[in-house]
Every structure is written in C-alpha cells, then in structure tokens.
Nanobody, 122 residues
Framework: EVQLVESGGGLVQPGGSLRLSCVAS????????MSWVRQAPEKGPEWFST????????DYGDTVKGRFTISRDNAKSTVYLEMNSLKLEATAVYYC???????????????WGQGTQVTVSS
C-alpha cells in the first residue's frame, strides 16, 4: 500500500520557520519525483515545489522562491520542506505528492499524503 505521511506542521508567527517531513512507503521512493502542494481555506490546490528523483534538480513557484527549500533523503524515503520567512498567506494544509513527470499540476501526481496543517498567525 502506497503511503505518504506528512509531519511538522503547526502554529508559527509571521517571519518564523517550520520544517515539514514526508515519509513514503509502499513504492520505490527513489524512482519518483516528489512535490509539495498546499491548499488554503476556500482556495484550490497550489503547487509550489518539486524535486527530482536524485535531488539534483528542484523547481519552485514564485510565491515561495528564495524562502522555501525542498530536499530529499532517498535512503530514508523522506522528502523535506524547509520554510523560512513565513507569511500569513502561507496558512494552508500542506501535502506531499509523488509523480514521475517533474510536474507542477495536481494531475501530474499519482499519490498524495493526508496533509499537515500550517497556520501562520501572530
């Protein structure tokens, strides 16, 4: 059974930092690109980061570029998201997703985690 389990969400003040983790099981982790997608209340899903199978190539959306960093550890079947300088508008449920197209659209991903809540508030 394919599983993606996110953790590390929580409440943080504006300007603060959080590190999310996503542990994968049930598939060959190193054969899949991994992405992070978030969904704010009453909004559609927003892709914002992808890392390729080796970790040697990454892509970011304009809303997070320069502040968020995606990384992966294939030996641990884990993808990480380091988030710095968090803004109020970053409040959302954060999902990790697996795919094989280095995609940026939800349709590009074959598996999703259950999500972890990130709330940015003073």
């Amino acid at each position: 059974e394919v599983q993606l389990v996110e953790s590390g969400g929580g409440l943080v003040q504006p300007g603060g930092s959080l590190r999310l983790s996503c542990v994968a099981s049930g598939f060959t982790f190193g054969s899949y690109d991994m992405s992070w997608v978030r969904q704010a209340p009453e909004k559609g899903p927003e892709w914002f980061s992808t890392i390729n199978t080796s970790g040697g190539s990454t892509d970011y959306g304009d809303t997070v570029k320069g502040r968020f960093t995606i990384s992966r550890d294939n030996a641990k079947s884990t993808v990480y998201l380091e988030m710095n300088s968090l803004k109020l508008e970053a409040t959302a449920v954060y999902y990790c997703a697996a795919g094989q197209l280095f995609g940026t659209q939800p349709k590009d991903f074959t598996s999703w985690g259950q999500g972890t809540q990130v709330t940015v508030s003073s």
